[in-house]
């Protein structure tokens, strides 16, 4: 079964400094990888994707992240916080499922706080 | 363009009710998926539909169910609603089977 963790709940940074958001993966086959934001009262929004392509992916806001199979990690990073960036960050693993179709598993969270 | 919408925003209902939740897809998405997010939690896969036929149901009891439209619009059935029901319920469509999901901001449901 294909599964993530996500090594920490919370993050905290200040404005300005780099965020490091961590997610190692498990998975039998090779995964197809996502980081998805949430902030509070809303839905959740794609930041970033991996399929298999290149192994740095760039997502939107300046957030990439990079897959190492032989570390089996996604990790999020952002070079310089800006405080729209707190919310709750997911990784994410996609699953095939027997009847043709996918679901995403997640994450339990990181919540990132950004400081001035 | 528009996004995947959701109907209604919140509800509050009592034990035991039942309650419909609906979903439509952003244009040209044929496949909708339901999660629920309980609060602190990541969201759990509950169902997904493609072209009007179930594709894949999650670890939910039978009080769940689902359809999808001739419009691909989508529908989330709870029944004998329990106290932990309550959570934020998404919807997520997607072009394909096997594509990237686009969430709507989701049915905020309270059972008291």
């Known amino acids: 079964a294909q599964s993530v963790t996500q090594l920490d709940s919370h993050v905290s940074v200040s404005e300005g400094t780099p965020v490091l958001l961590r997610c190692n993966y498990s998975?039998?086959?090779?995964?197809?990888l996502f980081w998805y934001v949430q902030h509070p009262n809303k839905g959740l929004q794609l930041l970033l994707k991996?399929?298999?392509?290149?192994?740095l992916v760039k997502g939107i806001n300046g957030f990439e992240a990079e897959f190492k199979k032989s570390e089996t990690s996604f990790h999020l990073t952002k070079p310089s916080a800006h405080m729209s960036d707190a919310a709750e960050y997911f990784c994410?693993?996609?699953?095939?499922?027997?009847?043709?179709?996918?679901?995403?598993?997640f994450g339990t969270g990181t919540q990132l706080k950004v400081e001035l | 363009d528009a996004g995947v919408t959701q109907s209604p925003t919140h509800l509050i209902k009592t034990r035991g009710q039942q309650v419909t939740l609906r979903c439509s897809p952003i244009?040209?998405?044929?496949?909708v998926s339901w999660y629920q997010q309980v609060l602190g939690q990541g969201p759990q896969f509950i169902f997904q539909?493609?072209?009007?036929?179930?594709?894949g149901r999650g670890n939910f009891p039978d009080r769940f169910s689902a359809r999808q439209f001739p419009n691909y619009s989508s529908e989330l059935n709870v029944n004998a609603l329990l106290l932990g029901d309550s959570a934020l319920y998404l919807c997520?469509?997607?072009?394909?089977?096997?594509?990237?999901?686009?969430f709507g901001p989701g049915t905020r449901l309270t059972v008291l």
């Open positions: 997520a469509s997607s072009p394909g089977r096997t594509n990237e999901q686009f």
């Open positions: 991996y399929t298999s392509a290149a192994t």
């Open positions: 998975s039998s086959y090779s995964p197809s």
């Open positions: 539909y493609y072209e009007k036929e179930e594709r």
């Open positions: 994410v693993v996609i699953s095939i499922l027997t009847g043709g179709g996918n679901k995403l598993t």
């Open positions: 244009s040209g998405h044929k496949s």
